[in-house]
């Protein structure tokens, strides 16, 4: 089965210092990854989502960056935090099932990395 | 404004009711998800329900779809407090590149007093 492992757990950065979220995932090959962030009290905004090695979409623009330099790793970076980074970020990934086209169906999530910047 | 929407935003009932959340979304779907959050934890899936399907049950879950009227909703019965946290429900949305992706809602908060 899937494990999506996230790390640091907990992080306080003060405003403009860089950041690196990291994500990696086992028990899955080729998955979809994505890259959520939920503000306090809110429901989940994607960020970023990737289909593959070096593939990233991004959702909203903003500071925040992505990169996926391996099948199972995925990065969530910024060169200079804003206030506005504060918040929960969530990793997940979804297996994709081939047809005529790519589907979404369950997506897994990791255990989460709470920021806040000061 | 967001693909799916949750009623109520807040839920409080005693252990051993039943708990009903609602979910109504825009645009057409191939399936709709719910997922439950724990305080401060990541999201865990709960049940996955297909446009073809109209009703779905999964232990004290029931999950029912009306795609005429765009919404959805998850029954939890006998609710314990265990059952205490955020119920989110999620729908498939084409991204332009064609892949799909889900875009959730802002949740239910429901609380299980015992």
């Known amino acids: 089965s899937q494990t999506i492992h996230q790390w640091p757990a907990t992080l306080v950065q003060p405003v403009g210092s860089p950041l690196s979220l990291e994500c990696t995932v086992e028990?899955?090959?080729?998955?979809?990854l994505y890259w959520y962030r939920q503000a306090a009290g809110r429901g989940l905004q994607l960020l970023f989502y990737?289909?593959?090695?070096?593939?990233i979409s991004s959702e909203v623009p903003q500071n925040l960056s992505a990169s996926r330099p391996q099948d199972r790793q995925f990065i969530l970076s910024s060169k200079k935090l804003l206030l506005s980074d504060s918040g929960f970020y969530l990793c997940?990934?979804?297996?994709?099932?081939?047809?005529?086209?790519?589907?979404?169906?369950?997506?897994?999530f990791g255990p989460g990395t709470r920021l806040t910047v000061l | 404004s967001q693909q799916g929407e949750e009623d109520p935003q807040a839920l409080s009932i005693q252990e051993g009711e039943n708990a009903t959340m609602n979910c109504s979304y825009k645009?057409?779907?191939?399936?709709l998800q719910w997922y439950r959050q724990n305080s401060g934890r990541g999201l865990v899936h709960l049940i996955l329900?297909?446009?073809?399907?109209r009703e779905k049950h999964s232990g004290r879950l029931r999950v029912t779809l009306d795609t005429s009227k765009k919404s959805s909703s998850l029954l939890i019965t006998a609710s314990r407090a265990a059952d205490t946290a955020s119920y989110f429900c999620?729908?498939?949305?084409?991204?332009?590149?064609?892949?799909?992706?889900?875009?959730f809602g802002k949740g239910t908060k429901l609380t299980v007093n015992p």
């Open positions: 329900i297909r446009s073809n399907e």
């Open positions: 999620a729908t498939d949305v084409q991204t332009q590149g064609g892949s799909e992706k889900l875009v």
């Open positions: 028990g899955t090959s080729n998955p979809n």
């Open positions: 645009t057409s779907i191939n399936n």
């Open positions: 997940a990934l979804a297996a994709i099932r081939a047809g005529v086209r790519q589907t979404t169906d369950t997506q897994y």
């Open positions: 990737s289909v593959g090695i070096g593939q």
